[in-house]
């Protein structure tokens, strides 16, 4: 009779030593005893049991309409599919083109006993495949709550070492060096020289450095590069689920998978790995500036923006913190509390009131320039910090202290418990119980004294601070004379000086930063406030 077999192994099962060709040479064993005449071979090889669309399966089931074979031989059910349904259907369409399905490892009568055996077979199929994805989800997950990089495709900036069976090594992120000076240009790039995500693939693209894969950057790769945490030292496992793509971009026909899109799980499900000290790409105060401006960019956006707004993205409400919308009213515009936004339909809760946007941004751009005209304003603003800075530093100096004597407690404790064993006033158990706990404490209070060490360093430098102000004023006022009548020019001026607008009530308080270089230094935090009217009619007086 002529003969068709079919073999499939997918890549988990070739990890684990499982291979095509072993399953070939029995199935060919099999036909030679049962002189079976053997006419066409189908193979998927590295394919999943749980796909039906595969193309030796397919291929099978077309040949089988034309009737060039009359048996396919399987060599078990699992071969077939690990999914009940998907082996029913092809069952079923082999049986309608009178092909009779022969497993190897099974009666070849088709007898309701042997049916009944195939079903049960192929529930124990199924069950299988579950289990082993519920036991390889499990073996991950508890290898990334000790920390271990679970094998993945690592962040740009980083090699991945692969596990090493022989000497028992877990894999673990290397620094690719080539890519961690690109990592570091990208991010000086969009601080210091604030450009685009667009600016700085043009920058790179001129600049002649390719991207890990393909040609050209993407803004999407970019995205993902400055919003990543693995650069200051965190990674997370367990981020995202794999989820059917809407719209496949990949238009072939066969999928070794359906589920080929990303999607975030909800961030208390995502389990981090703290990266050694070696890992750390960019400094935490770098990668806090990046996303600061992502999120300036995003506020400042002017896609969809029908009308011009001076401090657009810019302006807070004093009293709950929401943003103020420009509000167009009667043809005139308008700066209104956002609270109603995020009440919706619940009635709005701050009582915050409208301010013309001419009142406001006449109040905030004179008020600007006079302090970028006269740096004594913001001068006096820095003395005042430093001297709060000063008694922080004193207070976590305090602090830490206290942690010290708290670490020395711990050995005395240790001490304690070690004795009572001795004297078998404890058993062993309790012993291991409680210094486990013990050591957790010490190890949580040597992460709170590093928080705070790292706190202090972060604090305002010894740098010429009036220097610094004086020559920031400076480029700006030059900058100044030429921004009259020019809309644009003051606005990206404004969003590029301003962190905030705070408004309460007819108190405006102007929040900017002047930038330090390095980066790794702290920026210079001004505050001025200027009293704004809401009637044009009414006088201006600044504070």
């Known amino acids: 009779m002529n003969t068709a077999i079919y073999a499939r192994v997918s890549t988990d099962e070739q990890k684990e030593g499982k291979t095509i060709d072993s399953q070939i040479a029995c199935l060919k064993e099999y036909a030679s005893r049962g002189k079976y005449n053997i006419i066409k071979e189908y193979i998927d090889d590295g394919w999943s049991g749980s796909v039906l669309n595969r193309p030796a399966l397919d291929q099978l089931r077309d040949d089988a309409a034309q009737g060039i074979f009359e048996v396919v031989i399987f060599n078990d059910v699992d071969r077939l599919a690990r999914d009940m349904g998907h082996q029913a259907v092809v069952l079923k369409d082999l049986r309608s083109k009178n092909v009779k399905v022969i497993f190897t490892k099974l009666p070849t009568e088709e007898t309701p006993v042997n049916s009944l055996l195939t079903n049960i077979l192929g529930s124990f199929a199924q069950f299988e495949r579950e289990m082993i994805l519920d036991r390889t989800r499990r073996g991950k997950k508890n290898k990334a709550q000790k920390g271990l990089i679970i094998g993945n495709i690592p962040p740009y900036g980083y090699n991945y070492v692969k596990r090493d069976k022989d000497n028992r090594l877990e894999g673990y992120y290397k620094v690719n060096d080539a890519e961690a000076k690109v990592v570091k240009l990208i991010f000086d790039l969009f601080i210091n020289k604030q450009l685009s995500i667009r600016g700085i693939a043009k920058e790179l693209t001129r600049r002649g450095i390719p991207p890990r894969r393909g040609k050209h950057w993407r803004t999407s790769s970019l995205h993902r590069i400055i919003r990543n945490e693995t650069f200051v030292g965190i990674t997370y496992y367990n981020k995202h689920t794999l989820v059917e793509a809407i719209n496949h971009r990949n238009s072939t026909k066969y999928m070794k998978t359906k589920k080929t899109s990303l999607r975030l799980k909800p961030k208390d499900q995502w389990i981090p790995i703290l990266l050694p000290e070696n890992l750390k790409i960019i400094s935490k105060e770098t990668f806090d500036l990046a996303r600061l401006q992502l999120k300036r960019n995003s506020d400042l956006s002017p896609r969809n923006v029908k009308h011009a707004y001076l401090l657009r993205g810019l302006v807070i409400c004093g009293n709950c913190q929401a ?40 109040a905030v751009w004179n ?28 207070a976590i100096l305090n602090d830490t202290k206290v942690i010290d004597r708290n670490i020395g407690n711990t050995q005395n404790e240790e001490n304690r418990l070690l004795e009572a064993y001795r004297q078998n006033v404890i058993t062993l158990g309790q012993l291991k119980e409680q210094m486990v706990k013990i050591q957790e ?13 790292s706190t202090q360093e972060n604090r305002l430098s010894s740098l010429d601070t009036q ?23 003051k606005r990206y001026l404004l969003a590029l000086a301003l962190n905030k607008v705070v408004l309460d009530g007819k108190k405006v308080r102007i929040k900017g930063v002047i930038p330090l270089y390095p980066l790794d230094q702290p920026n210079i935090a001004f505050t001025t406030s200027v009293y704004c009217v809401l009637r044009p009619q009414q006088s201006l007086a600044l504070f």
């Open 467 to 489: 220097r610094t102000i004086n020559d920031y004023c400076q480029q700006v006022k030059r900058r100044l004379e030429n921004l009259k009548d020019n809309f644009e020019g």
């Open 441 to 453: 404490n010490r190890e949580q209070l040597k992460k709170e004294k590093q928080g705070l060490l």
């Open 367 to 394: 008020k600007f320039c006079e302090a970028i005209k006269h740096p004594r304003l913001i001068t006096e603003q820095v003395i005042k910090l430093k001297e709060k800075t000063s008694k922080v530093s004193d």
């Open 323 to 362: 943003p103020f919308h420009g509000s167009p009213c009667h043809g005139k515009l308008f700066y209104r509390c956002g609270n109603r936004h995020r009440r919706f339909p619940l009635p709005k809760e701050c009582k915050a009131p409208m301010i013309t946007a001419d009142d406001l941004e006449n």
